[in-house]
């Protein structure tokens, strides 16, 4: 015989899968972010200097995000690549 309760009707099952959803989006959003200014740093930088290397990709993509944000702060005055990064 099949169940046909819903899970998400359970007192206490429902409450905390409802939480880890909104938890997940939470994340899933807070990472989609994240992305989104590596990314956008990438294309200013390819922009202002020239194609950017696989190696400084890489370098960029490993940063957290107070880097990036330092980073792009100082994409405004830096006069290289080199200028930049270091």
Avoid: C, Y
């Avoid at 880890?20 to 200013?44: D, N, P, S, V």
């Avoid at 107070?66 to 200028?83: C, G, T, W």
């Amino acid at each position: 015989m099949p169940l046909l309760n819903d899970i998400m009707d359970h007192p206490v099952l429902g409450r905390e899968r409802k939480r880890g959803i909104k938890l997940g989006l939470e994340q899933g959003r807070e990472e989609g972010r994240e992305e989104g200014e590596r990314q956008l740093l990438l294309r200013m930088m390819d922009k202002r200097f020239g194609p950017v290397t696989a190696s400084v990709k890489k370098r960029i993509l490993a940063l957290s995000v107070p880097k990036i944000e330092r980073i792009a702060l100082r994409l405004l005055d830096a006069r290289s690549l080199d200028d930049l990064l270091n």
